[in-house]
Nanobody, 124 residues
Framework: QVQLVESGGGSVQAGGSLRLSCAASGRTFSTNAMGWFRQAPGKERDFVATINWNGRSTLYADSVRGRFTISRDSARNTVTLQMNSLKPEDTAVYYC?????????????????WGQGTQVTVSS
C-alpha cells in the first residue's frame, strides 16, 4: 500500500518559518515528480510547488515563489517544503503528492498519490 505521510505543520507567527516533510512508503518515487498543494477553509486545493524526478527542475506558485523551497531526497523517498516569511494567507492544510510522470506541473490531476495533509496556521 502506497502512503505519503506529511509532518512538520504547526502554528507560527507571520514572518516565521516552517519545514514540511513528506515520507513515502510502499513504492519508490525516485523516477516521479513530487509536489505540494494546499487548501484553505472554504477554498479549492491550490498548487504550491513541484520538483521533477532528479531535483533539477522546480516550479512554484506565484504566491510562494521566493519564500518557499521544495527539495527531495530520492534515496530516502522524501520531499521537503521549506517555508520562510510566512504570511497569514499561507494558512491551510498542506498536502504532499506523488506525480504520474517524471516531471509535472500545477494540475492536481497529474498526481496519483496524496497524503492526508498537515495543518499550517500563520497568525498576524
Amino acid at each position: 500500500q502506497v502512503q505519503l505521510v506529511e509532518s512538520g505543520g504547526g502554528s507560527v507567527q507571520a514572518g516565521g518559518s516552517l519545514r514540511l516533510s513528506c515520507a513515502a512508503s510502499g513504492r519508490t518515487f525516485s523516477t516521479n515528480a513530487m509536489g505540494w498543494f494546499r487548501q484553505a477553509p472554504g477554498k479549492e486545493r491550490d498548487f504550491v510547488a513541484t520538483i521533477n524526478w532528479n531535483g533539477r527542475s522546480t516550479l512554484y506558485a506565484d504566491s510562494v515563489r521566493g519564500r518557499f523551497t521544495i527539495s527531495r531526497d530520492s534515496a530516502r523517498n522524501t520531499v521537503t517544503l521549506q517555508m520562510n516569511s510566512l504570511k497569514p494567507e499561507d494558512t491551510a492544510v498542506y498536502y504532499c503528492a506523488g506525480a504520474k510522470l517524471s516531471s509535472s506541473g500545477s494540475n492536481a490531476d497529474s498526481y496519483d498519490y496524496w497524503g492526508q495533509g498537515t495543518q499550517v496556521t500563520v497568525s498576524s
